[in-house]
């Protein structure tokens, strides 16, 4: 029978295309389940049925006249419907929240990416989110010539941001070593180059410290 917690737990992940998230959330939801914890997976942009309709509209190749400003706009509604329908209600039952992207993501590649304004993106996601800030970020880092390699050798088809320019990728890349670097004890960083099998281990090996999952196992014990 699942535990739930005396609070919820949000665990992001970030990282470059072909970094490897959406691989390694399910497996790593189903070990937090197989350890008696309630899991909530979800993505971003997307996690809801507005969220899922926007995320198709964001990441459609044909939209290639899309605007700055109405890219940040969508991403910041569909993380509105999100938060209001999904992480928050999970937080307060006490259950714990894996999001495959949240707002790092809208600062590397809005802001880093794009040249929009950053205390202006965060302006936005602090009213689409009422300020809620993940407990904890993985980010799986990868150089950008080798995740765009990975993507491009996928068998899942290029959505429009794939389809961006190297040099943008690489205003991602350092947009994300530079909030990395603003808020260290948040984010922990994990080498995505390596074996999908190690980084899976290594992220275990980081979710059981921080859930304290060891202390866990002895209550249920």
Not at 29 to 54: D, F, K, N, S, Y
Not at 113 to 129: D, H, N, S, W
Not at 186 to 200: G, K, L, N, P
Request: one cysteine or more; proline letters at 5%; glycine letters at 8%.
């Amino acid at each position: 029978m699942a535990r739930k917690r005396n609070r919820g737990f949000f665990i992001t992940l970030e990282g470059p295309e072909g970094s490897g998230k959406s691989t390694q959330i399910p497996a790593l939801a189903a070990w937090l389940r197989a350890q008696g914890l309630e899991v909530v997976q979800t993505r971003e942009p997307g996690g809801t049925r507005i969220g899922e309709e926007i995320r198709a509209l964001l990441h459609n190749p044909a939209n290639i006249e899309m605007a700055p400003l109405t890219e940040i706009l969508l991403y910041s509604a569909s993380r509105a419907q999100h938060v209001a329908e999904v992480i928050r209600p999970a937080l307060e039952a006490g259950q714990i929240v894996l999001c495959d992207r949240y707002c790092d993501s809208t600062y590397a590649y809005q802001g880093y990416g794009r040249g929009l304004a950053l205390p202006v993106l965060r302006e936005i996601t602090q009213f689409a989110t009422g300020g809620l800030t993940p407990n904890l970020t993985c980010y799986l880092d990868i150089k950008p010539e080798l995740g765009l390699r990975r993507r491009q050798e996928s068998a899942e088809e290029m959505n429009r941001l794939d389809r961006e320019t190297l040099a943008f990728h690489r205003r991602v890349y350092a947009g994300y070593l530079a909030l990395l670097a603003e808020e260290p004890e948040r984010w922990v960083t994990v080498d995505a180059a390596q074996s999908i099998e190690q980084v899976q281990l290594d992220l275990r090996a980081i979710l059981s410290n921080s859930l304290d999952l060891g202390s866990l196992r002895e209550k249920v014990l």
